[in-house]
């Protein structure tokens, strides 16, 4: 069973910057997907990122290209998501999420950290 734990959420001020961590346990996590999503209070949850096996490939929603940038450590079975010029809008609770190889869905999911965007 593949265990996710996010960490790295808080509060901070529009245009600021936050670094989320995603530790993966429990798994081969080189042979991932890995994406991140977000949902807001009242919101329906939001793709933001996906980031392949190795981290050469990544897709952003439209919502945060150019602003946000996963990337991916495999030696230490961790996902990131470097998020710059925060604006209030970005708040929500952001979860990791992993798909297997040649799946067609995400299987796996952490628990969320609350990030919170001040303006």
């Known amino acids: 069973q593949v265990q996710l734990v996010e960490s790295g959420g808080g509060l901070v001020q529009a245009g600021g910057s936050l670094r989320l961590s995603c530790a993966a346990s429990?798994?081969?996590?080189?042979?991932?997907?890995m994406g991140w999503f977000r949902q807001a209070p009242g919101k329906e949850r939001e793709f933001v990122v996906a980031?392949?096996?190795?981290?050469?490939?990544?897709y952003y929603g439209d919502s945060v290209e150019g602003r946000f940038a996963a990337s991916r450590d495999n030696a230490k079975n961790t996902v990131y998501l470097q998020m710059n010029s925060l604006k209030p809008e970005d708040t929500a609770v952001y979860y990791c999420?992993?798909?297997?190889?040649?799946?067609?869905?995400?299987?796996?999911w952490g628990q969320g950290t609350e990030v919170t965007v001040s303006s």
């Open positions: 999420a992993a798909k297997i190889l040649g799946g067609s869905r995400y299987d796996y």
């Open positions: 429990g798994g081969a996590f080189s042979s991932y997907t």
């Open positions: 980031i392949d096996r190795n981290g050469g490939s990544t």
